[in-house]
């Protein structure tokens, strides 16, 4: 138990200072870019540290002026640096210039950093190759932007210094074969191990930068693909949205009668009774319970039929509401069939044809519980079409004219127990 918290607080102070997609909307660009900036400028910090440690112990250890001098300018340097970073990625989150200035400061800081230390060390034969070691570490840091033409130029750049330094500084060719002409220095000096050294220095960098490259590019595109794609899902959303709320909003204010919550209250409450007699199981009993009244919680999908542009709901939260939407649109396509079915046989125009289209709507046992008990409440309440039923007309209707509707050991076991019902219409 507490090594799963150690490990949970870890990763998530790890998500904090290095993750790129903590809580951030990655087809938001400046927003990505800017939480880029955030984690690199973390990397960075960690770096100077290490830098610094580095320069205090090489300090302390030779004793030399020189390097107390490199340590001492080192830090008010990465700290001023550090200032104008932070300014700028913190000033305007939203402004994608400064963001932009931003990484390319940072870029550029990686890149200089990491020449400096190898230009100050390549003498040491302790630290030369750590040294060198941290030019291809610049390379991978900048590399997390993702950026093919970013880390390009970096490579490339880098590619030049390392030249430039390699033949000035590491082996001192341009001491060496002074005044020598270009052709006699080409034949020299391919001949030598310092030609080797650099030739395979510079064969594994570029191996090593198209691979990077190469990495960055298939990065960058799955991120844009990704990205592409959130857009269009977010299009489709919202367009899904718009058309679910234009639907429910003719949905429901056309049936405004069908939300009267006594009505339906009573009508859950026979059909549970009727459920149970039948020989329903309990979790089909409550389903029925639950579902003839869902229509009542039109409240709960608000958001679908009137949608905050300002607050939009989250993907999972809409597809509930889209699942409770759809089984209230069900809902109230039952109901409406009970109406229906009271209209056409108190109007005496409850034809074959029409007998047969009603029966086609949702015709499941469950369904058909619910519209026996709401067409026996409607038949005796009072309605703006029919005043109220006594209860021996609506019982003789069911047996003459709605029996058609339903299936016989249902209505049998209703008319059985028609007391009961009458009862409980009664008593409500």
Known sequence: MKKGKIKKATKGLFNRFFGFENGIDITDEVKVLHRRNVVIKNIVFVSNMFYSLILFIIAATTQKPSDWLFTALFFPFTFFLNAVIKRLLYGDTHDKTKQEVGMYLLAIYMFISSLLFYARFYENSVLETAAYILIYYAVVVISLYTSRKLTLWSTFGMLVSMT?????????????????????????????????????????????????????????????????ELIKRRELQKDFTTITSDLFKVLLSSKSSFLDRQHFRLVSLMSAKLASLYGLTDEDIEYIKEYSQIHLRVNEIEDLVYPDKDNEPEFNVLKEKTVLGNQIAKRLQLAQKTEDIARAHIEGVATEEFIFEMKKIQPDIHSQIILLCDLYVTMRSSKSYKRPYANSVVIDLFKDQFNNYFEYPLLDRFLKFRQDFETMYNDF
Do not use: C
């Open 164 to 228: 430039i330094i390699h033949f000035t500084w590491t082996y001192r060719i341009s001491d060496t074969y002074r005044g020598m002409p270009i052709d006699e220095f080409f034949n020299v000096f391919t001949k030598t191990n310092e030609f080797a050294d650099i030739l395979l220095r510079t064969t594994i960098f570029i191996i090593f930068s198209m691979v990077v490259y190469a990495i960055v590019s298939i990065g960058q595109y799955l991120q844009d693909e990704r990205r592409n």
